[in-house]
């Protein structure tokens, strides 16, 4: 019988995003692509620490319970073969054994394969692609490798929390705040609190996890939040728009400017998801979080990257 993920949430991940491999990642920044490989053969038997998104699979993974197979965890890597040996070994020491398939191409681009794999999230530490996979309409985020790791205070739930406008909606609002400032946004959200906003980047996966809480499971559960710089009267849209789509989230935070990322701390997200640089790094202090390079406040990334490079010719680092 051909092996399916078909009715599975599918996550891709990269090596980066799931494990600290930070020591070592520098050893490749260097230039020296083979002491990094030497260098992670010899540290084959030792497992490598827990990465950013480590928290969140380890949840995911765990509403594989009772022999339903509902979620799938695909390693998808700039790494070589070799260093894939000890991505898989550091899945088992860790207890994530259910973690049995890896794309691992020494250097090139690896979101291609988001398409057969039929992903539902991209996680990776490498931003050129995570560009690429949003244009290629996949919900991809860039981890920050230097953030809070998850609390470990709610080993029953996934929680996850996602920012507003250009991450669940459309910058379509955003656009409207940046052309013409608080009070124009403020007016054109009321004018139009009763049409839902188009989907972003990220409604897919909040989609996806709707329906695998909707499959039932005893042993675990997903909470989400949406935590977002609107504020009254700003706020009725999203709800609606929520409401439109068919799903709903456990808490909405409606911070009219404050920065999230105390909030968030309470919140205790597994992942937070925003689209501007400033919220994420804020975030990034207190809890996992990842960068969604999306909508207005990130088209210079979509047509070009730092020093003028074009998304395929990107560093090889950053898997």
């Given amino acids: 019988m051909t092996a399916s993920l078909q009715d599975q949430l599918v996550v891709a991940i990269s090596s980066r995003a799931l494990f600290d491999f930070e020591q070592e990642n520098h050893l490749f920044e260097a230039g020296d692509a083979q002491a990094y490989m030497q260098l992670q053969l010899a540290r084959l038997e030792q497992p490598a620490a827990p990465g950013v998104a480590f928290s969140l699979v380890k949840k995911l993974l765990a509403f594989n319970g009772g022999g339903a197979k509902r979620v799938e965890v695909v ?58 996979a949003l244009a290629l309409g996949y919900p991809a985020a860039q981890v920050a490798t230097h953030a809070a790791r998850a609390s470990d205070a709610h080993p029953n739930e996934v929680r996850i929390a996602f920012d507003g406008d250009a991450v669940l909606f459309s910058d379509e609002a955003e656009r409207v705040f940046q052309s013409g400032g608080l009070d124009a946004f403020q007016s054109h959200e009321t004018e139009k609190a009763a049409l839902p906003l188009p989907p972003g980047p990220f409604q897919p996966f909040l989609a996806a996890l709707h329906r695998l809480q909707r499959g039932g499971g005893e042993a675990m559960r997903i909470r989400t939040a949406l935590v977002t710089a609107r504020g ?4 009725e849209r999203p709800i609606r728009t929520l409401q439109h789509w068919g799903v709903t989230v456990d808490e909405a935070m409606f911070l009219g400017g404050l920065p999230k990322g105390e909030f968030l701390r309470e919140f205790q997200p ?8 400033g919220h994420f790094e804020h975030a990034a202090q207190h809890v996992p979080a990842g960068h969604v390079a999306a ?3 990130n088209a210079a990334a979509a047509q070009a990257l730092p020093d003028g490079k074009r998304p395929e010719q990107a560093a090889k680092t950053g898997n």
């Fill in 75 to 132: 390693m998808l890597s700039r790494n070589d073969p070799v260093s894939g040996m000890r991505v898989f070994r550091s899945a088992q020491a860790h207890g994530l054994a259910q973690i049995q398939r890896g794309v691992f191409t020494q250097g090139r681009d690896p979101f291609h394969y988001l398409k057969p794999l039929g992903a539902h999230l991209f996680l990776s530490a490498n931003g050129a692609d995570v560009v690429k």
């Fill in 232 to 235: 009254a009267p700003a706020h």
């Fill in 270 to 277: 597994d992942f937070f998801f925003d689209d501007q640089k």
């Fill in 295 to 297: 909508g207005i406040a």
